[in-house]
C-alpha cells in the first residue's frame, strides 16, 4: 500500500452548529465506509499563518492572505493501492462539494 495525502483547498465558512454536525457525521461515515481501515491521519488547520523564508520569518494573522481558493484547509493522509484507487476514494469524499480535494502520493523517505 502506498500513502496519499489530500489537501483540502478552499475557505472554511461558518455554519450553524446543527449544519456543523451533520457534515461531520457526513465526512465521519465517509472515513468509516470509504477509507474503511486506510485512514491514518488528518485535521482541520487553523486560520492563522507563519511563512518562513530564508530572509525572515512573517506570521501572518492580518493579511495579506490567500485568495480563499488557494487557502488550505485541512489535510488528510490515508492508504491505497495506487493513484487512481486514490482518486476514486477521494470522489466519494462529502468535502468535495465545499472544497477543492488535491490528491498527492506521499513519496517514502528511503
Known amino acids: 500500500m502506498n500513502q496519499f ?3 483540502v483547498r478552499g475557505k472554511y465558512h461558518e455554519i450553524s ?3 456543523t454536525q451533520k457534515s461531520l457525521a457526513r465526512f465521519g461515515e465517509w472515513v468509516q465506509k470509504t477509507l474503511d481501515g486506510r485512514y491514518v491521519a488528518g485535521a ?7 511563512r518562513l523564508l530564508k530572509s525572515k520569518t512573517e506570521v501572518l494573522t492580518d493579511g495579506p492572505f490567500l485568495e480563499s481558493k488557494e487557502m488550505i484547509s485541512g489535510y488528510m493522509i490515508f492508504n491505497a493501492k495506487d493513484l487512481q484507487e486514490a482518486i476514486e476514494l477521494t470522489a466519494k469524499c462529502p468535502l468535495l462539494g465545499q472544497y477543492e480535494l488535491e490528491v498527492r502520493k506521499l513519496k517514502p523517505m528511503m
Open 44 to 50: 482541520p488547520l487553523e486560520n492563522e499563518d507563519a
Open 17 to 19: 452548529p446543527e449544519e
Open 5 to 7: 495525502l489530500i489537501l
